[in-house]
Protein backbone atom coordinates (compact mmCIF):
# COMPACT_ATOMS: atom_id res chain seq x y z
CA UNK A 1 0.00 0.00 0.00
CA UNK A 2 1.53 3.33 -0.84
CA UNK A 3 0.16 6.30 1.18
CA UNK A 4 -1.20 9.52 -0.44
CA UNK A 5 -0.98 12.82 1.72
CA UNK A 6 -4.23 13.32 1.34
CA UNK A 7 -5.73 10.02 3.14
CA UNK A 8 -4.43 11.61 6.55
CA UNK A 9 -6.39 13.49 8.60
CA UNK A 10 -7.02 17.29 6.90
CA UNK A 11 -4.25 19.54 7.77
CA UNK A 12 -4.60 22.76 9.40
CA UNK A 13 -1.80 24.83 6.77
CA UNK A 14 0.25 25.11 4.18
CA UNK A 15 3.72 24.60 5.88
CA UNK A 16 2.44 21.60 7.89
CA UNK A 17 0.96 20.37 3.89
CA UNK A 18 4.39 20.62 2.97
CA UNK A 19 6.10 18.78 5.83
CA UNK A 20 3.27 16.31 5.89
CA UNK A 21 3.79 15.63 2.38
CA UNK A 22 7.80 15.27 2.46
CA UNK A 23 7.52 12.61 5.84
CA UNK A 24 4.99 10.53 3.02
CA UNK A 25 7.42 10.56 0.37
CA UNK A 26 10.06 9.32 2.40
CA UNK A 27 7.86 6.57 4.18
CA UNK A 28 7.29 4.84 0.67
CA UNK A 29 11.12 5.72 -0.10
CA UNK A 30 12.20 4.45 2.90
CA UNK A 31 8.92 1.03 2.86
CA UNK A 32 10.71 0.31 -0.98
CA UNK A 33 14.05 0.17 0.23
CA UNK A 34 13.48 -2.62 2.80
CA UNK A 35 10.83 -4.60 0.72
CA UNK A 36 13.61 -6.53 0.49
CA UNK A 37 13.04 -7.90 4.38
CA UNK A 38 9.68 -9.34 2.98
CA UNK A 39 10.23 -11.69 0.54
CA UNK A 40 6.77 -13.31 -1.40
CA UNK A 41 5.87 -16.67 -0.80
CA UNK A 42 7.40 -18.03 -4.27
CA UNK A 43 10.67 -16.28 -3.15
CA UNK A 44 10.70 -18.40 0.24
CA UNK A 45 10.39 -21.69 -1.82
CA UNK A 46 12.64 -21.21 -4.01
CA UNK A 47 15.30 -20.05 -1.31
CA UNK A 48 14.11 -23.27 0.64
CA UNK A 49 14.52 -25.40 -1.74
CA UNK A 50 18.18 -24.15 -3.12
CA UNK A 51 18.68 -24.46 0.68
CA UNK A 52 17.56 -28.02 0.92
CA UNK A 53 20.11 -29.01 -2.37
CA UNK A 54 22.45 -26.94 -0.54
CA UNK A 55 22.35 -29.49 2.06
CA UNK A 56 21.97 -32.60 0.35
CA UNK A 57 25.07 -31.93 -1.66
CA UNK A 58 27.24 -31.31 1.91
CA UNK A 59 25.34 -34.39 3.25
CA UNK A 60 26.41 -36.47 0.11
CA UNK A 61 29.79 -35.53 0.13
CA UNK A 62 30.35 -35.49 4.07
CA UNK A 63 32.01 -38.85 3.72
CA UNK A 64 34.32 -37.19 0.90
CA UNK A 65 35.09 -34.84 2.69
CA UNK A 66 38.83 -34.68 4.97
CA UNK A 67 38.37 -35.27 9.01
CA UNK A 68 40.52 -32.34 9.04
CA UNK A 69 41.18 -29.65 6.56
CA UNK A 70 43.33 -26.53 7.10
CA UNK A 71 41.62 -23.17 6.18
CA UNK A 72 42.63 -21.19 3.21
CA UNK A 73 43.86 -17.51 3.64
CA UNK A 74 41.89 -15.31 6.37
CA UNK A 75 41.94 -12.03 5.34
CA UNK A 76 40.16 -13.35 1.67
CA UNK A 77 37.69 -15.13 4.16
CA UNK A 78 36.89 -12.28 6.21
CA UNK A 79 36.67 -10.06 2.71
CA UNK A 80 34.37 -12.50 0.86
CA UNK A 81 32.24 -12.15 4.06
CA UNK A 82 31.47 -8.82 3.99
CA UNK A 83 28.65 -6.57 4.06
CA UNK A 84 27.83 -4.14 1.68
CA UNK A 85 25.29 -1.89 1.74
CA UNK A 86 24.13 -3.34 -1.81
CA UNK A 87 21.82 -6.92 -1.94
CA UNK A 88 23.58 -10.30 -3.04
CA UNK A 89 22.60 -12.90 -4.52
CA UNK A 90 21.23 -15.75 -2.32
CA UNK A 91 23.01 -18.75 -4.69
CA UNK A 92 26.45 -15.86 -4.00
CA UNK A 93 25.63 -16.53 -0.58
CA UNK A 94 25.23 -20.31 -0.27
CA UNK A 95 28.63 -20.86 -2.87
CA UNK A 96 30.29 -18.38 0.25
CA UNK A 97 29.05 -21.29 2.51
CA UNK A 98 30.53 -24.21 0.49
CA UNK A 99 33.68 -22.92 -0.19
CA UNK A 100 34.51 -21.26 3.17
CA UNK A 101 32.77 -23.27 6.04
CA UNK A 102 31.56 -26.28 4.93
CA UNK A 103 34.41 -28.18 4.28
CA UNK A 104 36.90 -26.50 6.45
CA UNK A 105 38.39 -27.07 10.36
CA UNK A 106 36.78 -30.43 11.99
CA UNK A 107 34.34 -32.52 10.30
CA UNK A 108 32.47 -33.09 13.05
CA UNK A 109 30.05 -34.86 10.84
CA UNK A 110 32.22 -37.38 9.61
CA UNK A 111 32.25 -40.85 10.93
CA UNK A 112 36.16 -41.11 11.39
CA UNK A 113 36.29 -37.90 13.58
CA UNK A 114 37.36 -39.67 16.96
CA UNK A 115 39.18 -36.23 18.24
CA UNK A 116 37.61 -34.08 21.80
CA UNK A 117 34.62 -35.24 22.05
CA UNK A 118 32.67 -35.91 18.70
CA UNK A 119 29.35 -33.89 18.08
CA UNK A 120 27.04 -35.78 16.01
CA UNK A 121 24.68 -33.73 13.74
CA UNK A 122 21.56 -35.24 13.41
CA UNK A 123 19.71 -33.74 10.29
CA UNK A 124 15.78 -33.94 12.46
CA UNK A 125 17.50 -31.02 14.33
CA UNK A 126 18.97 -29.15 11.60
CA UNK A 127 15.10 -29.20 10.11
CA UNK A 128 13.77 -28.48 13.37
CA UNK A 129 15.97 -25.17 13.58
CA UNK A 130 14.88 -24.42 10.87
CA UNK A 131 11.21 -24.38 12.08
CA UNK A 132 12.15 -23.29 15.58
CA UNK A 133 13.02 -20.04 14.14
CA UNK A 134 10.56 -19.75 11.07
CA UNK A 135 7.65 -20.17 14.30
CA UNK A 136 9.93 -17.86 16.03
CA UNK A 137 8.23 -18.39 19.22
CA UNK A 138 9.21 -15.91 22.64
CA UNK A 139 10.10 -19.59 24.12
CA UNK A 140 11.38 -17.60 27.46
CA UNK A 141 7.91 -17.20 28.82
CA UNK A 142 5.94 -19.52 29.14
CA UNK A 143 2.65 -17.33 28.58
CA UNK A 144 4.07 -16.14 25.25
CA UNK A 145 4.68 -19.28 24.01
CA UNK A 146 2.50 -22.26 26.00
CA UNK A 147 3.45 -24.53 23.47
CA UNK A 148 7.30 -24.66 23.23
CA UNK A 149 8.03 -24.23 27.07
CA UNK A 150 5.59 -27.05 27.50
CA UNK A 151 7.80 -29.01 25.07
CA UNK A 152 11.06 -27.54 27.03
CA UNK A 153 9.28 -29.01 30.21
CA UNK A 154 8.50 -32.25 28.95
CA UNK A 155 12.10 -33.34 27.07
CA UNK A 156 13.17 -32.08 30.93
CA UNK A 157 10.76 -34.22 32.61
CA UNK A 158 11.31 -37.19 30.20
CA UNK A 159 15.57 -36.77 30.86
CA UNK A 160 15.10 -36.26 34.73
CA UNK A 161 13.22 -39.94 34.67
CA UNK A 162 16.12 -41.12 32.11
CA UNK A 163 18.83 -40.02 35.19
CA UNK A 164 16.73 -41.22 38.22
CA UNK A 165 15.38 -37.79 39.16
CA UNK A 166 12.61 -37.12 41.17
CA UNK A 167 9.43 -35.66 40.02
CA UNK A 168 10.35 -32.42 41.66
CA UNK A 169 14.04 -31.88 40.16
CA UNK A 170 13.56 -28.88 37.68
CA UNK A 171 15.97 -28.16 34.10
CA UNK A 172 17.02 -25.50 31.60
CA UNK A 173 17.97 -25.96 28.43
CA UNK A 174 21.11 -24.09 27.32
CA UNK A 175 23.65 -23.13 25.04
CA UNK A 176 26.26 -26.20 26.15
CA UNK A 177 27.92 -27.27 29.13
CA UNK A 178 29.61 -24.53 30.14
CA UNK A 179 26.35 -22.61 30.56
CA UNK A 180 24.83 -25.24 32.61
CA UNK A 181 28.13 -25.88 34.87
CA UNK A 182 27.53 -21.82 35.44
CA UNK A 183 23.68 -22.63 35.83
CA UNK A 184 24.52 -25.23 38.29
CA UNK A 185 27.26 -23.56 40.46
CA UNK A 186 25.23 -20.54 40.78
CA UNK A 187 22.41 -22.56 42.03
CA UNK A 188 24.71 -24.64 44.52
CA UNK A 189 26.11 -21.25 45.79
CA UNK A 190 22.51 -19.84 46.47
CA UNK A 191 21.18 -23.39 48.20
CA UNK A 192 24.26 -22.90 50.97
CA UNK A 193 23.24 -18.74 51.27
CA UNK A 194 26.93 -18.43 50.50
CA UNK A 195 27.64 -14.65 50.39
CA UNK A 196 31.33 -13.23 49.62
CA UNK A 197 32.45 -13.29 52.93
CA UNK A 198 32.26 -16.97 53.17
CA UNK A 199 34.15 -17.55 49.70
CA UNK A 200 37.32 -17.79 51.44
CA UNK A 201 36.71 -20.54 53.61
CA UNK A 202 33.97 -22.49 51.56
CA UNK A 203 35.63 -25.43 49.93
CA UNK A 204 35.26 -27.07 46.33
CA UNK A 205 35.87 -30.88 45.57
CA UNK A 206 37.29 -31.65 42.46
CA UNK A 207 40.13 -33.82 40.48
CA UNK A 208 43.34 -32.95 38.20
CA UNK A 209 40.24 -34.61 35.77
CA UNK A 210 37.93 -31.86 36.23
CA UNK A 211 36.90 -30.17 33.02
CA UNK A 212 38.37 -27.03 33.10
CA UNK A 213 35.55 -25.14 31.95
CA UNK A 214 33.80 -25.96 35.61
CA UNK A 215 36.99 -23.86 37.38
CA UNK A 216 36.11 -20.95 34.69
CA UNK A 217 32.22 -20.92 35.96
CA UNK A 218 33.59 -20.94 39.54
CA UNK A 219 35.68 -18.10 38.18
CA UNK A 220 32.54 -16.58 36.28
CA UNK A 221 30.52 -17.36 39.30
CA UNK A 222 32.93 -14.59 41.23
CA UNK A 223 34.32 -17.92 43.41
CA UNK A 224 37.06 -18.82 42.22
CA UNK A 225 38.91 -17.48 45.86
CA UNK A 226 37.14 -20.85 47.37
CA UNK A 227 39.31 -23.35 48.43
CA UNK A 228 39.89 -25.94 45.98
CA UNK A 229 40.79 -29.47 46.82
CA UNK A 230 42.46 -31.96 44.24
CA UNK A 231 41.40 -35.17 45.21
CA UNK A 232 43.43 -37.88 44.12
CA UNK A 233 43.11 -40.19 41.34
CA UNK A 234 42.72 -43.89 41.32
CA UNK A 235 44.25 -45.79 38.52
CA UNK A 236 41.73 -45.46 36.49
CA UNK A 237 42.19 -42.04 36.84
CA UNK A 238 38.72 -41.13 38.78
CA UNK A 239 37.84 -39.65 42.08
CA UNK A 240 39.34 -41.54 45.02
CA UNK A 241 36.47 -41.78 47.40
CA UNK A 242 38.89 -42.52 50.33
CA UNK A 243 40.73 -39.48 49.59
CA UNK A 244 37.78 -37.60 49.39
CA UNK A 245 36.42 -38.64 52.63
CA UNK A 246 39.96 -37.45 54.59
CA UNK A 247 40.30 -34.27 52.84
CA UNK A 248 36.38 -33.62 54.54
CA UNK A 249 37.28 -34.68 57.55
CA UNK A 250 40.20 -32.67 57.58
CA UNK A 251 38.61 -29.19 56.07
CA UNK A 252 36.03 -29.65 58.43
CA UNK A 253 38.70 -30.05 61.58
CA UNK A 254 40.25 -27.34 60.45
CA UNK A 255 36.76 -24.98 60.62
CA UNK A 256 36.72 -24.56 56.93
CA UNK A 257 33.26 -24.84 55.27
CA UNK A 258 32.91 -27.93 52.78
CA UNK A 259 30.45 -27.08 50.18
CA UNK A 260 30.84 -28.42 46.98
CA UNK A 261 32.02 -31.51 45.24
CA UNK A 262 32.51 -31.58 41.70
CA UNK A 263 32.39 -35.54 40.28
CA UNK A 264 32.96 -36.44 36.79
CA UNK A 265 30.78 -39.01 35.13
CA UNK A 266 32.74 -39.25 31.65
CA UNK A 267 35.88 -37.43 31.84
CA UNK A 268 37.04 -35.57 28.27
CA UNK A 269 40.71 -36.90 28.64
CA UNK A 270 39.65 -40.38 29.47
CA UNK A 271 36.10 -40.90 29.84
CA UNK A 272 36.49 -42.27 33.03
CA UNK A 273 33.39 -42.02 35.69
CA UNK A 274 33.91 -41.14 39.49
CA UNK A 275 32.47 -43.46 41.91
CA UNK A 276 29.18 -41.79 42.07
CA UNK A 277 27.69 -43.74 44.77
CA UNK A 278 30.23 -43.68 46.83
CA UNK A 279 30.73 -40.19 46.52
CA UNK A 280 26.99 -39.64 47.01
CA UNK A 281 27.53 -41.38 50.61
CA UNK A 282 30.09 -38.89 51.19
CA UNK A 283 28.21 -36.01 50.38
CA UNK A 284 25.57 -37.01 52.28
CA UNK A 285 27.39 -37.51 55.40
CA UNK A 286 29.16 -34.52 55.07
CA UNK A 287 25.91 -32.34 53.56
CA UNK A 288 27.73 -30.92 50.73
CA UNK A 289 26.32 -30.28 47.41
CA UNK A 290 27.17 -33.46 44.54
CA UNK A 291 27.21 -31.71 41.37
CA UNK A 292 28.15 -34.07 38.37
CA UNK A 293 29.15 -33.04 35.02
CA UNK A 294 28.17 -35.15 32.98
CA UNK A 295 28.19 -33.24 29.94
CA UNK A 296 29.72 -36.35 27.49
CA UNK A 297 28.61 -39.25 29.83
CA UNK A 298 24.88 -38.49 30.53
CA UNK A 299 23.53 -39.35 27.19
CA UNK A 300 24.97 -43.18 28.41
CA UNK A 301 22.35 -43.27 30.95
CA UNK A 302 19.41 -44.26 27.66
CA UNK A 303 20.60 -47.99 27.38
CA UNK A 304 20.49 -50.28 30.48
CA UNK A 305 25.11 -51.02 30.36
CA UNK A 306 25.35 -47.40 30.51
CA UNK A 307 23.33 -46.69 33.48
CA UNK A 308 25.34 -49.46 35.52
CA UNK A 309 28.03 -47.80 34.93
CA UNK A 310 26.78 -44.34 35.83
CA UNK A 311 25.22 -45.82 39.07
CA UNK A 312 24.40 -43.19 41.92
CA UNK A 313 24.17 -40.16 39.07
CA UNK A 314 20.11 -40.26 40.46
CA UNK A 315 21.87 -38.78 44.09
CA UNK A 316 23.31 -35.88 42.98
CA UNK A 317 21.89 -32.30 43.78
CA UNK A 318 22.82 -31.07 39.63
CA UNK A 319 23.86 -32.18 36.67
CA UNK A 320 25.20 -31.05 33.01
CA UNK A 321 24.48 -32.93 30.04
CA UNK A 322 25.38 -31.99 26.50
CA UNK A 323 22.50 -33.39 24.07
CA UNK A 324 24.86 -32.09 21.12
CA UNK A 325 27.29 -35.27 22.82
CA UNK A 326 26.28 -37.92 23.22
CA UNK A 327 22.37 -37.95 21.74
CA UNK A 328 24.05 -36.84 18.71
CA UNK A 329 22.48 -33.04 18.15
CA UNK A 330 24.38 -30.76 16.34
CA UNK A 331 26.44 -27.98 18.79
CA UNK A 332 24.62 -25.50 20.82
CA UNK A 333 22.43 -27.50 23.59
CA UNK A 334 23.34 -28.33 27.13
CA UNK A 335 20.73 -29.28 29.82
CA UNK A 336 21.51 -28.51 33.52
CA UNK A 337 19.22 -30.28 36.27
CA UNK A 338 18.85 -29.64 40.17
CA UNK A 339 17.46 -32.54 41.75
CA UNK A 340 14.97 -29.82 44.20
CA UNK A 341 14.04 -27.76 41.01
CA UNK A 342 12.61 -25.20 43.34
CA UNK A 343 16.07 -24.17 44.18
CA UNK A 344 17.06 -23.73 40.38
CA UNK A 345 14.12 -21.49 40.58
CA UNK A 346 15.13 -19.27 43.59
CA UNK A 347 18.28 -18.80 42.03
CA UNK A 348 16.66 -17.39 39.01
CA UNK A 349 13.53 -16.20 38.87
CA UNK A 350 13.40 -12.54 38.94
CA UNK A 351 10.41 -10.05 36.98
CA UNK A 352 10.67 -6.57 35.18
CA UNK A 353 7.35 -4.57 35.84
CA UNK A 354 6.71 -4.26 32.05
CA UNK A 355 6.07 -8.07 32.80
CA UNK A 356 3.02 -7.35 34.81
CA UNK A 357 0.81 -8.89 32.59
CA UNK A 358 2.00 -11.81 32.98
CA UNK A 359 2.77 -12.12 35.94
CA UNK A 360 -0.22 -14.34 37.56
CA UNK A 361 0.71 -16.67 35.10
CA UNK A 362 0.65 -19.81 35.85
CA UNK A 363 2.35 -21.02 32.73
CA UNK A 364 6.19 -22.56 33.43
CA UNK A 365 8.87 -19.91 32.04
CA UNK A 366 11.68 -21.18 31.69
CA UNK A 367 13.15 -17.64 32.00
CA UNK A 368 12.26 -18.52 36.20
CA UNK A 369 15.32 -21.14 35.68
CA UNK A 370 17.41 -19.66 33.62
CA UNK A 371 19.85 -16.47 33.26
CA UNK A 372 18.07 -16.07 30.10
CA UNK A 373 14.93 -14.23 29.32
CA UNK A 374 14.61 -14.02 25.43
CA UNK A 375 16.41 -16.99 24.08
CA UNK A 376 16.08 -19.54 21.51
CA UNK A 377 13.56 -22.53 20.92
CA UNK A 378 15.93 -25.03 22.23
CA UNK A 379 13.71 -27.62 22.75
CA UNK A 380 12.43 -28.37 19.35
CA UNK A 381 15.77 -29.49 18.16
CA UNK A 382 15.87 -32.53 21.28
CA UNK A 383 12.51 -33.46 20.60
CA UNK A 384 11.96 -33.92 17.21
CA UNK A 385 14.93 -36.74 16.75
CA UNK A 386 13.12 -38.52 19.60
CA UNK A 387 9.50 -37.97 18.71
CA UNK A 388 10.73 -39.31 15.32
CA UNK A 389 13.16 -42.54 15.70
CA UNK A 390 11.97 -43.05 19.23
CA UNK A 391 14.57 -43.59 21.96
CA UNK A 392 15.54 -47.32 21.82
CA UNK A 393 17.51 -46.12 18.38
CA UNK A 394 19.69 -43.51 20.28
CA UNK A 395 20.01 -46.36 23.31
CA UNK A 396 20.89 -48.54 20.90
CA UNK A 397 23.40 -46.51 18.98
CA UNK A 398 24.73 -45.29 22.97
CA UNK A 399 25.38 -49.31 23.99
CA UNK A 400 26.99 -49.79 19.76
CA UNK A 401 29.54 -46.78 21.39
CA UNK A 402 30.03 -48.53 24.65
CA UNK A 403 30.72 -51.93 22.95
CA UNK A 404 33.22 -50.23 20.35
CA UNK A 405 35.50 -48.67 22.80
CA UNK A 406 35.90 -52.21 24.46
CA UNK A 407 36.66 -53.90 20.76
CA UNK A 408 38.94 -50.68 20.40
CA UNK A 409 41.04 -51.26 23.87
CA UNK A 410 41.27 -54.75 23.18
CA UNK A 411 42.50 -54.61 19.46
CA UNK A 412 44.83 -51.64 19.92
CA UNK A 413 46.69 -53.81 22.74
CA UNK A 414 47.88 -56.42 20.49
CA UNK A 415 49.42 -53.71 17.84
CA UNK A 416 53.24 -53.99 18.66
CA UNK A 417 54.57 -51.33 20.63
CA UNK A 418 51.04 -49.71 21.78
CA UNK A 419 49.88 -49.49 25.35
CA UNK A 420 46.61 -49.02 25.73
CA UNK A 421 45.11 -46.70 28.94
CA UNK A 422 42.98 -48.37 31.37
CA UNK A 423 39.67 -50.30 29.95
CA UNK A 424 37.22 -47.59 29.21
CA UNK A 425 34.52 -46.78 31.85
CA UNK A 426 32.53 -45.30 28.51
CA UNK A 427 33.60 -44.62 25.31
CA UNK A 428 36.80 -43.41 25.43
CA UNK A 429 40.20 -44.96 25.04
CA UNK A 430 43.66 -43.82 25.69
CA UNK A 431 46.75 -45.31 24.51
CA UNK A 432 51.31 -44.56 24.05
CA UNK A 433 53.68 -45.98 21.93
CA UNK A 434 56.22 -46.89 24.07
CA UNK A 435 59.36 -48.12 21.51
CA UNK A 436 61.95 -47.63 24.61
CA UNK A 437 60.55 -46.63 27.77
CA UNK A 438 62.55 -43.86 27.54
CA UNK A 439 60.84 -41.86 25.51
CA UNK A 440 57.73 -42.64 25.29
CA UNK A 441 56.58 -39.10 25.39
CA UNK A 442 58.35 -38.23 21.82
CA UNK A 443 57.39 -41.87 20.12
CA UNK A 444 53.78 -40.87 21.04
CA UNK A 445 54.00 -37.58 19.58
CA UNK A 446 55.33 -38.53 16.33
CA UNK A 447 52.84 -41.22 16.21
CA UNK A 448 49.92 -38.61 16.43
CA UNK A 449 51.70 -37.06 13.84
CA UNK A 450 51.75 -39.64 11.34
CA UNK A 451 48.27 -40.08 11.97
CA UNK A 452 47.77 -37.02 11.27
CA UNK A 453 49.75 -37.06 7.95
CA UNK A 454 47.71 -40.24 6.75
CA UNK A 455 44.08 -37.86 7.56
CA UNK A 456 42.16 -40.93 6.76
CA UNK A 457 41.09 -41.03 10.50
CA UNK A 458 41.26 -37.96 13.10
CA UNK A 459 42.74 -38.65 17.00
CA UNK A 460 43.73 -35.65 19.18
CA UNK A 461 45.75 -36.11 22.20
CA UNK A 462 45.99 -34.56 25.68
CA UNK A 463 48.68 -35.01 29.02
CA UNK A 464 47.45 -37.15 31.93
CA UNK A 465 49.79 -36.79 34.87
CA UNK A 466 52.81 -35.20 32.43
CA UNK A 467 52.25 -37.79 29.94
CA UNK A 468 51.87 -37.27 26.13
CA UNK A 469 48.57 -39.21 25.66
CA UNK A 470 46.71 -40.20 22.67
CA UNK A 471 43.00 -40.06 23.06
CA UNK A 472 40.41 -42.61 20.94
CA UNK A 473 36.67 -40.74 21.34
CA UNK A 474 34.07 -42.92 19.85
CA UNK A 475 30.80 -40.87 19.87
CA UNK A 476 28.99 -40.28 16.76
CA UNK A 477 25.58 -41.88 15.81
CA UNK A 478 27.39 -43.12 11.80
CA UNK A 479 30.78 -44.48 13.33
CA UNK A 480 30.20 -48.19 13.08
CA UNK A 481 33.14 -51.06 13.74
CA UNK A 482 34.75 -50.83 9.96
CA UNK A 483 35.12 -47.08 11.06
CA UNK A 484 36.79 -48.52 13.94
CA UNK A 485 38.83 -50.44 11.99
CA UNK A 486 40.26 -48.33 9.69
CA UNK A 487 41.61 -46.51 12.72
CA UNK A 488 43.05 -49.45 14.33
CA UNK A 489 44.55 -50.11 10.75
CA UNK A 490 45.68 -46.28 10.29
CA UNK A 491 47.65 -46.89 14.08
CA UNK A 492 49.16 -49.98 13.10
CA UNK A 493 50.53 -48.89 10.10
CA UNK A 494 51.82 -45.78 11.53
CA UNK A 495 53.04 -47.36 14.53
CA UNK A 496 54.99 -50.42 12.56
CA UNK A 497 56.54 -47.52 10.06
CA UNK A 498 58.20 -46.13 13.40
CA UNK A 499 59.40 -48.86 14.85
CA UNK A 500 61.00 -50.34 11.76
CA UNK A 501 62.38 -47.27 11.21
CA UNK A 502 63.74 -47.15 14.90
CA UNK A 503 64.99 -50.79 14.91
CA UNK A 504 66.79 -49.99 11.37
CA UNK A 505 67.97 -46.82 13.10
CA UNK A 506 69.12 -49.31 15.93
C1 LIG B 1 32.20 -30.82 26.65
C2 LIG B 1 32.34 -30.88 28.10
C3 LIG B 1 32.11 -29.76 28.90
C4 LIG B 1 31.83 -28.39 28.32
O1 LIG B 1 30.66 -28.36 27.59
P1 LIG B 1 30.44 -27.36 26.35
O2 LIG B 1 29.16 -27.83 25.77
O3 LIG B 1 31.61 -27.55 25.44
O4 LIG B 1 30.38 -25.98 26.87
C5 LIG B 1 32.18 -29.93 30.27
N1 LIG B 1 32.47 -31.12 30.80
C6 LIG B 1 32.73 -32.21 30.06
C7 LIG B 1 33.06 -33.50 30.74
C8 LIG B 1 32.67 -32.13 28.68
O5 LIG B 1 32.92 -33.21 27.94
Known amino acids: MVLRSG ?38 IEWLQKAGAHAERFLESLPEYDVYSAAGDREEALSAFAISEEPGSFDD ?41 VSNRYAGVGAAAPGATRMEASMLRWL ?12 DLTSGGSMAALSAIVTAREAFGLRSADIPSSVVYLTAQTHHTFRKALHVAGLAECVIRKVSLDDAFRMDGTALRAQLQND ?30 IADEFAVWLHVDAAYGGAFALCDEGRQRLKGIDRSDSLIL ?50 ELTRPFRALRFWLPFKVHGSRAFSAALEEKLLLASYFHEECGKIPGIQPG ?3 DLSIVTFRLCPDAQDGDAATRALLAAIHKDGRVYLTSTTIE ?6 MAILTYHTHIEDVD ?11 RMLGANNTRG
Open 93 to 133: ALQLLDKYVDGVGHNLGSSRFFAYIPSGGLYESAIADYLAA
Open 322 to 371: DPHKGFFLPCGIGVVLVREGQKLYDAYHARGTYMQDVAGDTERSPCDYSA
Open 160 to 171: AEVIGYPASAEG
Open 466 to 471: GRFTIR
Open 252 to 281: RQAGLKPWLIAASAGTTDTGAVDPLDEIAD
Open 422 to 424: PPP
Open 7 to 44: QAKKPLNIAWRIVWRMVINRLNELRKLAAALEPPAGRR
Open 486 to 496: LALQVIEECAT
